[in-house]
């Protein structure tokens, strides 16, 4: 199977699919995942901006009256739809126009209260001091807003406390809260700076009587919620720390004119005025005196005894009481895209990851079943081929393999029965060719045995007439040898031709003259006509024996199958490109027949199967002049009509220099003299 080509084909395949899945479902996953994270992020911080100010609206106004511009302007600078609906899903307002609005999600995107402030939402935007542990959002500061006169008495004690620092060398800012309390900020925020200075701050710490009305309406409130728990009442400060000290609450603000007021230095950190400091850290501090520049007094951990537990959780409640109606009842934001549906969340969760490996799994199930199905069709043509070449090695009948497809296998397979027929030809041609020589080489020895056993015997007298037949038998003999040695020196490229310029009009004479008498005693008229004015004959360079002896075997076969009073004429002219010279020998004999003039140059092949002498030679003669004219470059072709006679013509390529035909046989022996030559007899060869 390491070996087999459908076993590499399905692995390549299962592996190109599993790399590639894999591949894939990476690449997908991670960019989508960065693109929703992406995505998420941004809308999250849109959405706690959208939150945030939504939010701030509801901490200062008591109803939703007036909200439609606020959602219009968040919606356009978002880009998103905005809508806001009451608990019971009553619409409040709405970016979307009414005839295009979608309907709203089932879940809502947040619960947009005041006084129950999402942390997580919160978080995006908080402050300094964070987001109150009691969730009641530091902008709801209710009855604690103070009115103008009492920002601007302050502002102005303010504006000499900073002035009072600038003496100093200290640098500081008012900032104000969002109970309209300002408060002074060190530049660098470093209070250890103020130690020392004569700046004081009691008049801008003090509770002003807006302050006082409502600290003292949350204490009432958070004292009913101790005393229902039996536990006895506090004291809440400005900054709703608390204490248990008895002492009385003033129930006036000092009010100094502006050119009596005494210099004030600010705190250490900015005032916060209830709602906008953490009352889930409440504070018990001592009662001190000021100084210089009085700190805040220190907040106790939540939830370090039960009662602070207990007050923390009463304070936070009255706190809520007391700012309701100040505030916008909750509502229902719904964020979502112009189309109306929200954004989706993306992650790598087990199931995610269970359906990326199941397609995973499906594709490549897919791949394997496919590349079995291609494989098996690819190979099986492929087996066919192999157990037809197997039959072929072990000399078994084979048939030829089925071509199913046009392809690069289908063309294999018609290939492979060109070449298993052609070797089936080439085995036959051997066969008969083994038997031919057998046989032509067989007769003449006969004869020459059967002479000689004779004169052995005393049945026949060696006399002259004796001698001459025995000589023409050994001469018949030798030239069937010679002729095999010439088309076996051809075969191998070691047939040498002696290349020289040669005139063939000359050449045609002497051919005629060594075959006029043969000619004549069968009463066939041998001409040479004049070349042609219009078609003159191009110079020649070739091996005048090897094409006497072509030409030759030509005539003798012209005039052995031509009847008497019939013509042979042989005829050199130049090719119309004038690149070649073409020599015709035409006789008027009996003819070739049309399926068997294919086989006229095949070593052997007589149309008459008798193989008689006095129908035919030993015919080998056409295939000589066949590869003698191959061997100079040409070839050798031939036309004829049943019942008026034949046409060869050999056509010999013009000017070709002596080297060039030296190259066109192989390494024969240079000085060896060819077979065949002038001088041979005419009957050499045969045609059919």
């Known amino acids: 199977m390491r070996k087999s080509l459908f076993a590499r084909l399905l692995t390549v395949s299962a592996l190109v699919a599993a790399c590639s899945v894999a591949a894939t479902a990476w690449l997908a996953v991670q960019t989508t995942s960065g693109a929703i994270l992406q995505e998420q992020g941004q809308n999250l911080t849109a959405d706690a901006r959208i939150y945030h100010s939504l939010l701030g609206y509801a901490a200062a106004h008591p109803t ?19 809508a806001l609906t009451t608990e019971q899903r009553a619409p409040l307002a709405d970016s979307a126009a009414p005839e295009k609005a979608a309907a709203l999600p089932e879940q809502a995107s947040a619960i947009v209260d005041p006084l129950s402030v999402d942390t997580a939402l919160a978080a995006e935007n908080a402050g300094p001091s964070g987001t ?70 009691d008049v801008l710490d003090t509770p002003t009587a807006t302050e006082r009305k409502a600290l003292k309406a949350l204490n009432q409130l958070a004292d009913a919620c101790l005393k229902r728990q039996d536990r006895s009442g506090v004291e809440l400060k400005l900054d709703l720390s608390w204490g248990q000290s008895a002492e009385p609450v003033p129930t006036a603000v000092p009010t100094l004119p502006p050119t009596e007021a005494p210099r004030t230095a600010p705190s ?8 906008t400091a953490s009352e889930a850290a409440p504070r018990t501090t001592p009662t001190e005196t000021p100084s210089v520049m009085p ?23 009255a706190r809520r009481e007391q700012l309701s109606s ?38 490549l199930a897919l791949t394997v079943g496919a590349s079995v199905l291609v494989g098996a069709r690819l190979v099986r043509p492929l087996r066919a081929l192999t157990g037809a070449a197997q039959r072929m090695r072990d000399v078994e009948d084979t048939a030829p393999v089925l071509v199913t497809a046009d392809n690069e296998i289908g063309r294999l397979a018609a290939a492979f029965n060109d070449m298993s027929a052609h070797r089936a030809r080439l085995e036959a041609q ?128 012209a005039v052995r199958h031509t009847p008497s009073g019939g013509t042979v004429t042989l005829r050199a002219y130049g090719s119309e490109p004038g690149d070649a010279v073409l020599v015709d020998v035409t006789d008027t004999g009996t003819g070739i027949p049309a399926a068997d003039l294919a086989h006229v140059f095949d070593r052997f092949w007589r149309a008459e199967k008798s193989r008689s002498r006095r129908t035919g030679g030993s015919g080998l003669g056409l295939a000589i002049v066949r590869k003698l004219a191959e061997a100079h470059g040409g070839t050798a072709t031939a036309v004829s009509v049943p019942g008026e006679g034949s046409v060869f013509t050999l056509r010999l390529p013009a000017d070709r220099p002596a080297d060039d035909l030296a190259k066109g046989s192989s390494n024969g022996s240079a000085n060896g003299s060819p077979a065949g030559s002038a001088g041979s007899p005419p009957d050499s060869s045969e045609q059919p």
């Open 430 to 557: 051997r066969k008969a060719m083994v038997s031919d020589v057998a046989h032509e080489l067989r007769t003449p020895l006969s004869n020459i045995r059967g002479w000689l056993e004779a004169a052995q015997d005393g049945v026949a007298d060696p006399d002259p007439a004796f001698i001459a037949s025995l000589h023409e038998e050994a001469v018949q003999l030798q030239h069937i040898i010679d002729d095999l040695q010439d088309l076996a020196q051809a075969d191998a490229g070691a047939l040498r031709l002696h290349a020289e310029p040669v005139r063939i009009e000359e050449l045609l004479g002497q051919v005629a003259a060594a075959h006029q008498a043969r000619a004549e005693t069968a009463g066939v008229t041998l001409t040479v006509p004049p070349a042609q004015p219009d078609r003159p004959v191009p110079a020649l360079t070739a091996d005048p024996v090897r094409l006497r002896q072509a030409i030759g075997n030509l005539v003798s076969n």
């Open 326 to 363: 100040y505030v916008a009842s909750p509502a229902l934001l719904f964020i979502s895209d112009t189309g109306g549906a929200t954004v989706p969340g993306f992650d790598l969760s087990p199931a995610n990851t269970a359906r990326i490996a199941g397609a995973a799994a499906l594709v």
């Open 132 to 201: 109150p542990a009691d969730r009641v959002d530091p902008r709801a500061v209710g009855p604690f807003r103070l009115p103008a006169a009492e920002r601007k008495a302050l502002l102005q004690i303010a504006d000499r406390g900073v002035a009072c620092l600038s003496e100093s060398g200290i640098a500081s800012d008012v900032v104000r809260t969002e109970s309209g309390r300002p408060v002074i900020q060190v530049v660098g925020n470093d209070p250890d700076r103020l130690q020392g200075t004569r700046c004081t701050t």
């Open 295 to 317: 700190r805040p007094a220190p907040a106790p951990a939540v939830g370090t005894s039960e009662d602070d537990r207990a007050i923390a959780s009463c304070v936070g409640t």
């Open 64 to 82: 939703w009256d007036g909200v439609g511009k606020t959602v219009r302007d968040l919606a356009e600078q978002s880009g998103r739809r905005i």
């Open 268 to 275: 250490s950190a900015p005032r916060t005025a209830p709602g």
